[in-house]
């Protein structure tokens, strides 16, 4: 690989360095995009729970005040 300038050879870190300036925009997007899949999949089965529990709550059996419960 050749440069401008030819006294300086191309390093594989600028190389690497020019790769990630000109696909910033990119990087930053998808990084973006990943943490909110994260989250997503984080919440999912937090959210599923309550669901379940309220679901669950609503349906237990009430005991009034007044009532013993049965002797064995």
Not at 46 to 69: M, N
Request: proline letters at 7%; glycine letters at 12%; aromatic letters at 2%.
């Amino acid at each position: 690989m050749t440069t401008t300038d030819p006294q300086r050879p191309v390093t594989g870190s600028h190389i690497l360095r020019a790769a990630l300036r000109r696909n910033i925009g990119a990087m930053a997007g998808g990084t973006v995009l990943m943490g909110l899949y994260q989250a997503g999949e984080t919440a999912f089965p937090i959210a599923l729970g309550l669901i379940v529990e309220h679901a669950l709550r609503d349906r237990a059996p009430r005991r009034s005040a007044g009532r013993s419960s049965p002797s064995r």
